[in-house]
Every structure is written in C-alpha cells, then in structure tokens.
C-alpha cells in the first residue's frame, strides 16, 4: 500500500506470494565399494541420499575431498581412486552437500555424514642381479640368482611369487630368487609379484632380463 499525502490518494500493489520449502538436506552417504581400507589406486565409490527442497527438481551435488571442493563432480555418485602420501599410510575424508536452482537453497556441510577412507601404500620392490650370466652343464646348480629389495618403510605382511616370461615358477615364494636356466637366444623375462596379506591387493615388479651365455 502506498499513500500520497497532499491528494490523499492511495494505491495498492499486486499480491506476492512467497512459498517457503525447506532445504534440501544429505540424509546419509553410502561407501557403495564396500571397503573402508584399501591398497592406493584401488577404487572407492560413494553414493549420496538426499531430501526435502522442491519437490520433483534435480538435485545437484557439491563433493568434497579432505575439504577441498571436487571439481566437474554433481551427481550423486562419486568414484575416487585415493593415493597414498610419501609412501605413508594416508586417510582421505570425503563428503557433500545438496543443492537446487529454483530455490536456491542448499545443505551444510556435516562432519557427521562425512566418510573416511584409510589407504595403504602399495609394497614397493626391485629386482637386482647379473643380467648376463654363463650356462651350466649340470641341471642341478642354479646359475641365476636375483634378489628384490624394498627401501620403503611399509609395514605388514606379504607374500611373494616369482615369474619367468609371464609362468609362474613353482616354490619361488621369497624375495630371493635362485633358478638354473639352459642358453637360449632370447633372454629370460622375470618378475615378481607382492601381495599384502592383510588388504589382499598385490603390485608386480618392473620386469628383469637375464641372458644366457653358452659355455
């Protein structure tokens, strides 16, 4: 309403009206690959469940890893393959937060939906040993030795096999490695595949060539 004093005129606006809908909010999130602790570079995906706000409008989400704002990521559904940090045991907090356009209304962020993700660093060897060796005669001496050494500090419990030109060679289950090998033209390929025991993933090795000289 609107008065003009001297004219004693007034006039009246056309009705606003204005509906209040409550925001949206993030009810929970889901770790839908299950596992909480896993080996670096092994996937993590996450599942947000939100309500409240216009009623049949889409949702966009805002993802955040350890605080910072996940980039080019609005769905509800984000897939992480989490790193560890100078070799370390390393967690990584993930969360998000719910918005809509018309309304412009949107979560907060809460620590209590917040999903925390431990991640392992991935046992680290390489192969040493004489790249060229000489044959010999008798099948029963081993005339290649090779040896797989590790200079991180990872602890744990792993298990080891060794490989040659991609077959598993039967018994090598230690980090030292003794083979007897007939000449041949092409070289012997090895490598050596370490497994943690505790999260069950494994990494391989670079690959290790031996050439064997005739007598």
């Known amino acids: 309403k609107a008065f ?23 009810t929970s999130i889901d770790l839908v690959s ?17 309500q409240g706000g216009v009623t ?27 790193m560890s940090v100078d070799n370390d045991v390393t967690t990584h907090v993930y969360n998000v937060t719910v918005a809509q356009v018309s309304s412009a209304c949107a979560s907060v962020i809460d620590v209590n939906d917040a999903i925390t993700v431990t991640v392992r660093p991935n046992p680290r060897y390489t192969i040493y040993g004489d790249p060229t060796v000489c044959e010999v005669a008798d099948i029963t001496i081993d005339n290649i030795t090779l040896n797989a050494i590790t200079t991180d500090n990872t602890l744990g419990t792993f298990s080891y096999q060794w490989y040659e030109s991609g077959v598993e060679i039967a018994g090598a289950t230690s980090t030292t490695l003794t083979y007897h090998a007939e000449y041949r033209n092409e070289p012997y390929i090895f490598k050596m595949v370490v497994t943690d025991d505790v999260y ?9 060539e031996v050439y064997v000289a005739q007598r």
């Open 4 to 26: 003009q004093r001297d004219s004693h005129c007034e006039a009246y606006s056309n009705e606003l009206t204005v509906n209040v809908v409550a925001a949206p909010e993030i």
């Open 34 to 50: 299950n596992d909480a602790n896993v080996c670096e570079g092994h996937i993590v995906t996450l599942k947000a469940n939100a």
């Open 56 to 82: 049949g409008e889409e949702y966009i989400y805002t993802w955040y890893k350890n605080n910072e704002v996940v980039e080019g990521v609005t769905g509800d559904t984000y897939t992480d393959y989490p």
């Open 200 to 208: 069950s993933c494994a990494t391989e090795t670079a690959e290790f």
